[in-house]
């Protein structure tokens, strides 16, 4: 196997400084434009006014979470590395505004699991075409070849963030 592909070397390292920084700037300039959440606002604005963004990211929680299995209040505070006691409140805002509802597991009637309702699927159905239309918007003048090449290395980019990411969580817990 080629050593320099399982053990990068300084040199490597420094080859590609230039892209790397370049990719680092470009993280900081979109993080400062989608801290903005405008996806999110225009979605909350065409089907439910009066929500917050983190109504939307709890959803998005409930999405994810749903394809493992059951979603408890526990799973989506754990998704959104957020205290169980907030998690458990914006449910209950959400479940007010008939967004979500809280039923008995299936496979264990004693616990609480968190669904959408079908509002709750029209506002996700609502952010996804917004999010497909703007980066539509953002892609349209590129080639099909383009846009797939960069949405196959922005998958793989990001996998690796999270692993990265999860890694380094993992590391400083284990110190802890």
Known sequence: MNESLTNPTETDAETHEPDILRIGQSMTRMRLM????????????SVAPGLELSHLDVLDAVRRAHEAGDVTVGTIAEMMRIDPSRASRIVAEMVGRNILRRKASQADARRIIVVMTPLGQRLLSE?????????SEVVKDWKPEEIEAFG??????????ESVFEARVKDI???A
């Open 34 to 45: 989608t801290g903005r959440r405008l996806i999110g606002r225009l979605a909350i604005q």
């Open 152 to 161: 196959e290395l922005f998958e793989k980019f990001i996998s690796g963030f």
């Open 173 to 175: 817990a284990d110190e």
């Open 127 to 135: 952010i996804r075409a917004q999010k497909l239309a703007f980066v």
